[in-house]
């Protein structure tokens, strides 16, 4: 009799630590019927408010989202000149050449969009910044996510982040296979412009990031937590953009393989 109390109170016990531990365990059968809808409701957009390039460059990313008929929710972003005093309090290591400018803001609202998911239990993440859009046409691109979804599904539990576009700066091969490889082994390492993670893989990165800081470009971050078992990294092994620098399903607005135009300047509202 006393055996059977003691495992019915571990039994109990294990079930309160699974209550407890809702957000590093996600019950596949919640989500074994995920579409693409429940992915951009739980997409945050990072976007500079106030900046007039910005600005700008998300009312020609409105044009065409509508035109596909897709929801998008804006994040607001941090500067790495007005935002300084906010992004010092963050985990993020400041350091000359590559960290000092408008890559340490993006890493401070790479982790504050990480954050809020967390705090806001989201399931899962589409993380994109405010210039992706699809590189193909709407019939194309949401037989694409289909694919994509169904592969996410499959891993819906695990600690993987899943880029759905890469930067290929127009010589690194793009094979078009329309699956998930690995990120490093292919070198489709450059670029966050947009990507899913899931529910364990912002734990596992925020839990490492609060203890040892985010201290390099996010491409590079995402690819040391990769070499650190800390999450994998894949990547949607699609077609090549128009303009030749991407490969998946998500282009970037103004660049090209001799130029890019950056928001990072000045220019702000009030």
Not at 51 to 78: D, M, V, W
Not at 138 to 153: A, M, R, T, V
Not at 217 to 246: A, C, E, Q
Request: hydrophobic fraction near 35%.
């Amino acid at each position: 009799m006393k055996i059977l109390i003691v495992l019915l109170l571990l039994i109990l016990i294990v079930k309160l630590c699974k209550k407890k531990d809702h957000f590093n365990y996600l019950y596949i059968d919640d989500y074994k019927e995920i579409k693409l809808k429940d992915i951009f409701k739980y997409s945050l957009m990072i976007h500079l408010e106030q900046h007039e390039g910005s600005r700008k460059r998300l009312q020609k990313l409105n044009r065409i989202y509508k035109k596909y008929n897709l929801p998008y929710h804006t994040f607001p972003a941090l500067h790495w000149k007005r935002d300084e005093n906010e992004i010092n309090t963050l985990p993020i290591k400041r350091s000359k050449p590559k960290m000092w400018g408008g890559a340490w803001g993006l890493a401070g609202s790479f982790y504050k969009c990480l954050k809020y998911a967390k705090d806001n239990n989201y399931p899962f993440l589409l993380y994109l910044e405010d210039d992706a859009f699809p590189m193909m046409d709407k019939d194309k691109f949401f037989e694409n996510y289909g694919k994509i979804i169904k592969e996410f599904k499959k891993g819906i539990n695990s600690n993987n982040v899943y880029f759905l576009s890469y930067t290929r700066y127009c010589r690194i091969p793009c094979k078009g296979t329309n699956k998930f490889v690995d990120r490093v082994k292919n070198n489709g390492i450059n670029g966050t412009h947009a990507i899913l993670f899931t529910k364990r893989s912002i734990n596992s990165i925020l839990k490492y990031t609060e203890k040892h800081k985010l201290d390099r470009p996010i491409d590079n971050y995402l690819t040391h937590l990769h070499n650190k078992r800390v999450v994998k990294t894949l990547v949607w092994d699609g077609k090549t953009s128009d303009s030749g620098m991407f490969c998946g399903i998500y282009d970037q607005l103004d660049t090209y393989c001799d130029k890019r135009v950056s928001v990072m300047g000045e220019h702000f509202h009030n």
